[in-house]
């Protein structure tokens, strides 16, 4: 099983759309969760830090389950400037492990 | 906060020949520093580790190595390319010891 795992997609939505992502982990004792975003050809950044209780920053819901070890990310209202691959991410022993991304594509 | 530089940003290079990506990193200290790969449509793949000049840790058995000779100065090397070392190759940083990185901006190796 691999540490982090992604639904690859690729999620092709209209415009105002909302779309859901999720993530699952494997390591229980993992303390750190993050959302990142990859433009094409492009270094990854950080979109937001997923929190326990949940966060949210505009457009975007970050949502965490401990019990069932996933994560999740969600766009409401989505852009075309929204189109990327978003990169979920976990603490390892001395690392983050990234998982494989998911590529979204809002179109007109 | 912190600017991490890479180069080169894009090399073609033979099977064979010899490699040396450097990473430096501007605006902290005693930073952790990574180097990951991404494989073509794939995920991020972690290289190497460094908590400090000199500590290097590897994450998988390959063709490349890593050092740190400076603090904020990350080197990536293979004495001998392969095929499948052709990638991106990002180094990352996480100054504030929360797991939070920041990345250069690349580069790009193709081994033909």
């Known amino acids: 099983r691999k540490e982090v795992e992604q639904d690859p997609g690729p999620f092709n939505v209209p415009e105002g759309a909302t779309v859901a992502f999720n993530c699952t982990y494997s390591?229980?004792?993992?303390?750190?969760f993050f959302w990142y975003r990859q433009d094409c050809r492009k270094e990854p950044k950080l979109l937001m830090s997923?929190?326990?209780s949940g966060n949210e920053d505009g457009r975007f819901t970050a949502q965490l389950n401990r019990a069932s070890q996933y994560i999740s990310l969600l766009i409401r209202d989505s852009k075309l400037s929204d189109s990327a691959t978003y990169l979920c991410?976990?603490?390892?022993?001395?690392?983050?492990?990234f998982g494989a991304g998911t590529r979204l594509t809002v179109k007109p | 906060s912190q600017t991490i530089h890479q180069w080169p940003a894009t090399l073609v290079q033979p099977v064979g020949s010899p490699l040396s990506l450097e990473c430096t990193v501007e605006?902290?200290?005693?930073?952790?520093l990574y180097w990951y790969r991404q494989a073509a449509g794939r995920g991020l793949q972690l290289l190497f580790y460094?908590?400090?000049?000199?500590?290097i840790s590897s994450e998988v058995p390959q063709n490349l190595s890593a050092s740190r000779p400076q603090d904020r100065q990350f080197i990536l090397s293979s004495k001998k390319l392969l095929l499948s070392d052709s990638g991106f190759y990002l180094c990352?940083?996480?100054?504030?010891?929360?797991?939070?990185?920041?990345f250069g901006a690349g580069s790009r190796l193709t081994v033909l």
């Open positions: 997923v929190y326990s």
């Open positions: 605006g902290t200290s005693n930073p952790n």
């Open positions: 990352a940083c996480d100054s504030s010891g929360a797991n939070v990185l920041t």
């Open positions: 991410v976990v603490n390892g022993n001395n690392d983050m492990r």
């Open positions: 460094s908590v400090g000049i000199g500590q």
């Open positions: 390591n229980s004792a993992s303390q750190s």
